[in-house]
């Protein structure tokens, strides 16, 4: 099946510095990924949907300026958490949509996820 | 009101239980509906997508009643492996592009 790749995997960092996180589909192209946070015993909630060449899409609630998104290419998307706080620490999850798959979310894989710590 | 609601659990069952969690969605436009799996620190998986008609695979049966909102999962003949916390899913918002979870329900399968 389609794989769908984050990097790193964990992550701890130091209070006001930046974090990034990729996002790479490995055998199919993606125009479209989507970027899930997921805090202990909650579920995940969609931060952002991220469009290959063009602006990412945020939801209600989450700032642009901090959770900064680039979808450069049809592979990869990143996420850049800036001057992270420890309130940022949570368990980010990344999901691509196959292009074959046209509009169908049915065909939506997920990465593995990037546990984010920040001191 | 959440837009997909699930008893949080936990259901702690015996191995060879059978199991079943409910789960109930505020958008009735809402088309397509799913179980996913999703193990301790890691990312979800698809289980299975739920149909109007109902639909079976090997020990798990899902159910659609769109009248009520309502959907169900059913685990026969639980094993150990089965533990794990399992999402509702509906595809909603805006468009309906986008895949709306619930907050889970986690289930405990004990020798």
């Known amino acids: 099946g389609a794989v769908v790749s984050q990097h790193p995997s964990w992550v701890i960092c130091k209070s006001g510095t930046s974090v990034k996180i990729e996002c790479r589909s490995l055998d199919f192209q993606a125009t479209t990924m989507f970027w899930y946070r997921q805090f202990p015993k909650q579920s995940l909630m969609l931060m952002a949907t991220?469009?290959?060449?063009?602006?990412?899409?945020?939801e209600q609630g989450v700032e642009k300026d901090k959770f900064l998104i680039n979808h450069a290419s049809l592979t990869l998307s990143t996420l850049t958490v800036t001057s992270a706080h420890p309130e940022d620490s949570s368990f980010y999850i990344c999901s691509a949509r196959d292009r074959a798959s046209g509009t169908s979310t049915d065909t939506q894989y997920f990465g593995p996820g990037t546990r984010l710590t920040v001191l | 009101r959440k837009e997909v609601e699930q008893d949080p659990g936990p259901f702690n069952v015996p191995e060879g239980a059978t199991v079943a969690f409910n789960c109930t969605y505020s958008n009735s436009a809402s088309q397509s509906f799913f179980w996913y799996r999703q193990d301790c620190r890691k990312e979800p998986k698809l289980l299975m997508s739920v149909y109007s008609s109902g639909n079976e695979d090997g020990r798990f049966t899902a159910q659609l009643n769109r009248a009520s909102q309502y959907i169900s999962l059913l685990i026969r003949d639980s094993k150990l492996s089965d533990s794990a916390t399992y999402l509702c899913v509906v595809r909603g918002g805006t468009g309906f592009q986008k895949l709306v979870f619930g907050t889970g329900t986690r289930l405990l399968v004990s020798p």
């Open positions: 991220s469009n290959e060449g063009s602006k990412a899409t945020y």
